[in-house]
């Protein structure tokens, strides 16, 4: 019985937490779109700011876990949207993202 009920709670929870989270997180591209993202040194203010605008902030990363936490069953039943979430929560699009401007500040002048 008691496994039933942390079922139920674990289902309801990830639920509105499924309904919550990407409205505060901010929508990126794809991370293979994002790591072949072809960089144009005339456009280079547009491409920081457009950059900048895909970053997440720690608190958006901390609802991003909870959400992997609450929904586990997303590594199956949505595998894509799952990875794209770990790899939000774990700051690898924050990695990614540093680069490129690393790129953009060091190669276009």
């Known amino acids: 019985m008691m496994k039933l009920k942390n079922v139920i709670t674990s289902i309801v929870f990830g639920s509105i937490v ?29 491409q920081i700011e457009f ?12 609802l991003l876990r909870l959400q992997l936490k609450l929904t586990p069953w997303m ?10 979430l770990q790899k939000q929560s774990t700051g690898r699009y924050e990695w ?6 690393h790129v953009l500040a060091s190669q276009c002048y």
Not at 40 to 46: R, T, V
Not at 75 to 84: H, I, L, P, R
Not at 96 to 101: K, R, S, T
């Open 96 to 101: 990614i993202i540093n680069q490129h401007l």
């Open 51 to 62: 950059l900048n605008s895909m970053r997440t902030t720690e608190s958006d990363r901390q």
């Open 18 to 46: 499924t309904y919550v989270v990407p409205a505060t997180a901010n929508e990126v591209m794809d991370w293979d779109d994002l790591n072949h993202y072809q960089l144009d040194c005339n456009q280079k203010q547009q």
């Open 75 to 84: 590594a199956v039943t949505d595998g894509d949207k799952f990875d794209k």
